[in-house]
T-cell receptor, first 117, second 109 residues
């Protein structure tokens, strides 16, 4: 089946530093990738949708200058949390879809647990 | 607006059957998905319904009624490892995936 690899699985960083999270589709071309954030005991919150070769579409309330998304190829999208603060500590999950019109399910990466000290 | 409703938490006994309901109101419909998410892990795909009726896959079944905006996930022969959150999600007419808040299922011996 389709596999999405996300790296790193966990990261601890100091306040003010930047962290980059990678999301790769290993055996299919991901036209669209989604970035989610999930706080403890809460549901998934969509942060942004990225399409290969174009700018990401951010959800309301998500700062695009703080959460930089790059989708440079059909197999790789990155999320960079810039100038991280403790309130950015969360579980970040990427997912990928082969076609925005495809009714097939999203395939999720294993998530990245970010802790900002 | 668009929303998906599912119970916050349910409790069931090992070996029993449990049904998790999901109702939705979205702008259009292009399929309904059920995902399982264990604590601290990413969601994993369970089932997909786009036509009315029941889809069975092993111990798990999912039902859809588009006219009622309603689905349920049926879990049989419950095992302790089934303790997890179950997320209902609907693709609307723009192929955006709208997520429910999830139902935390607690299995007791």
């Amino acid at each position: 089946g389709a596999v999405v690899s996300q790296h790193p699985s966990w990261v601890i960083c100091k306040s003010g530093t930047s962290v980059k999270i990678e999301c790769r589709s290993l055996d299919f071309q991901a036209t669209t990738m989604f970035w989610y954030r999930q706080f403890p005991k809460q549901s998934l919150m969509l942060m942004a949708t990225s399409n290969e070769g174009s700018k990401a579409t951010y959800e309301q309330g998500v700062e695009k200058d703080k959460f930089l998304i790059n989708h440079a190829s059909l197999t790789l999208s990155t999320l960079t949390v810039t100038s991280a603060h403790p309130e950015d500590s969360s579980f970040y999950i990427c997912s990928a879809s082969g076609d925005r019109g495809d009714a097939s399910p999203l395939h999720f990466g294993n998530g990245t647990r970010l802790t900002v000290t | 607006g668009q929303n998906i409703d599912q119970p916050t938490e349910m409790t069931a006994t090992e070996g029993a059957i449990v049904q998790i309901n999901c109702t939705y109101q979205t702008s259009g419909f292009n399929g309904l998905f059920w995902y399982q998410q264990h604590a601290g892990e990413a969601p994993t795909f369970l089932s997909y319904n786009v036509l009315d009726g029941l889809e069975e896959k092993g111990r798990f079944s999912s039902f859809l009624s588009r006219s009622k905006g309603y689905s349920y996930l049926l879990l049989k022969e419950l095992q302790m490892k089934d303790s997890a959150s179950y997320l209902c999600a609907v693709k609307n007419s723009n192929y955006q995936l709208i997520w429910g808040a999830g139902t935390k299922l607690i299995i007791k011996p």
